[in-house]
C-alpha cells in the first residue's frame, strides 16, 4: 500500500514552461486534493476533486488546471510558469474514520503526499 | 466562511520545558479539528484530531489537545519538548464532508524551535 504517491520531488521550470505535477492513491479514494505551501502562509487549496470525472476550484486556482480521469490519479497542469508558482505542492486525498452520530455524517480522514518543490526561474 | 489563526508564528522554548500553541478557528457550524507536524522537508505527519466526544484528545509523541466551543479553541499542548520536536505544526479546520465542506483549512503555522 504505497498511500498518496506525488512525482516528481523536485523541478526547476523556466517561464512560461508547461509542467504536469503527478499524484495517485492506491487507497480508492474518493476525495482528492491539491495545495501549495509558500514560507508563513499555511497550505491553500488549489483545486480539489470528488470523485472521477468532479473537480472543483479551490482557493487559489488561477494558473493551474487538474483532470480526474480515474478515481486513483490526480494529476495538476502548470501551463505557462511563473516565479509566483514557485512553491511546494501537496496531494492529499481523505477516507472515512467514523460516523459522527450527532450530525449524522460520515467524518473522514487525510492522507498527504511528501510533495513536490517547483522553482520557476 | 471557515478560518484558522494561529496566533504565534514562532516558538523557541528549552528542551523539557512544556509548550503551548495556540490555534483558535471562526466557523458557524460545527467543525472537525486537526494538528498536523511538518518536520525539516518532509510532507504533513496527523499529530491529533477532534471529531467528537472528548473535547481533551491525545495524538502522538506525547501532545494533546484541548477543543474549546466556546473560546472557538483547539490549543496544542506537551508537558515537556524534546530537541525532535523542533517542526513546523498547522492546525486545521474541516466543516464536514461533501462538496467543499470536507476541504482542510489550515492556518499559516507555527514554528516550534527547541534549545537544548
Known amino acids: 500500500n504505497a498511500g498518496v504517491t506525488q512525482t516528481p520531488k523536485f523541478r526547476i521550470l523556466k517561464i512560461g514552461q508547461s509542467m504536469t505535477l503527478q499524484c495517485a492513491q492506491d487507497?480508492?479514494?474518493?476525495?482528492m486534493y491539491w495545495y501549495r505551501q509558500d514560507p508563513g502562509m499555511g497550505l491553500k487549496l488549489i483545486y480539489y476533486?470528488?470523485?472521477?470525472?468532479?473537480?472543483d476550484k479551490g482557493e487559489v486556482p488561477n494558473g493551474y488546471n487538474v483532470s480526474r480521469s480515474t478515481t486513483e490519479d490526480f494529476p495538476l497542469r502548470l501551463e505557462l510558469a511563473a516565479p509566483s508558482q514557485t512553491s511546494v505542492y501537496f496531494c492529499?486525498?481523505?477516507?472515512?474514520?467514523?460516523?459522527?452520530?450527532?450530525?449524522?455524517?460520515?467524518?473522514?480522514?487525510?492522507?498527504f503526499g511528501s510533495g513536490t518543490r517547483l522553482t520557476v526561474v | 466562511a471557515q478560518s484558522v489563526t494561529q496566533l504565534d508564528s514562532q516558538v523557541p522554548v528549552f528542551e523539557e520545558a512544556p509548550v503551548e500553541l495556540r490555534c483558535n478557528y471562526s466557523?458557524?457550524?460545527?467543525?472537525?479539528l486537526f494538528w498536523y507536524v511538518q518536520y525539516p522537508n518532509q510532507g504533513l505527519q496527523l499529530l491529533l484530531k477532534?471529531?467528537?466526544?472528548?473535547?481533551l484528545v491525545k495524538g502522538i509523541n506525547g501532545f494533546e489537545a484541548e477543543f474549546n466551543k466556546s473560546q472557538t479553541s483547539f490549543h496544542l499542548r506537551k508537558p515537556s519538548v524534546h530537541i525532535s520536536d523542533t517542526a513546523e505544526y498547522f492546525c486545521?479546520?474541516?466543516?464536514?464532508?461533501?462538496?467543499?465542506?470536507?476541504?482542510?483549512?489550515f492556518g499559516k503555522g507555527t514554528k516550534l524551535s527547541v534549545k537544548p
Open positions: 492529499a486525498s481523505s477516507y472515512i474514520i467514523g460516523w459522527d452520530r450527532g450530525r449524522q455524517q460520515r467524518y473522514y480522514g487525510y492522507t
Open positions: 487507497m480508492n479514494h474518493n476525495y
Open positions: 486545521a479546520v474541516s466543516e464536514g464532508y461533501g462538496g467543499s465542506q470536507g476541504n482542510l483549512i
Open positions: 477532534y471529531l467528537s466526544g472528548s473535547t
Open positions: 476533486s470528488v470523485g472521477a470525472g468532479i473537480t
Open positions: 466557523s458557524s457550524v460545527s467543525v472537525y
